[in-house]
């Protein structure tokens, strides 16, 4: 059963823009907060960005903050993250996870390549 869908991935120059979509089964989305985490080869996967339950909370790593954004729309069961002012540093698969902290379900990932 597949519980949550990455999409939106793709290869963008730096400074360019990009927004990811992750959709969740409605169990899912009702009931956790979610999250992004992104994970390059070789290295740990890093948590992203995240958002509580009903959207009231939101968390960024530093190195994203003031230039991602993640949003979570309930009457589509799916949560978006809006990356701005991409830099070659923000290439990795980005996982979409629920909740945001100590993830249960994660998705299948999607590639977002940024080149200089």
């Known amino acids: 059963q597949v519980l949550l869908v990455e999409s939106g991935g793709g290869l963008v120059q730096a400074g360019g823009s990009l927004r990811l979509s992750c959709a969740a089964s409605g169990r899912i989305f009702s009931n956790y907060g979610m999250g992004w985490f992104r994970q390059v080869p070789g290295k740990e996967r890093e948590f992203v960005a995240g958002i509580s339950r009903f959207g009231v909370n939101t968390y960024y790593a530093d190195s994203v903050k003031g230039r991602f954004t993640i949003s979570r729309d309930s009457g589509k069961n799916t949560m978006y993250l809006q990356m701005n002012s991409l830099k070659p540093e923000d290439t990795a698969i980005y996982y979409c996870?629920?909740?945001?902290?100590?993830?249960?379900?994660w998705g299948q990932g999607t590639q977002v390549t940024v080149s200089s």
């Open positions: 996870t629920a909740p945001h902290r100590n993830p249960e379900y």
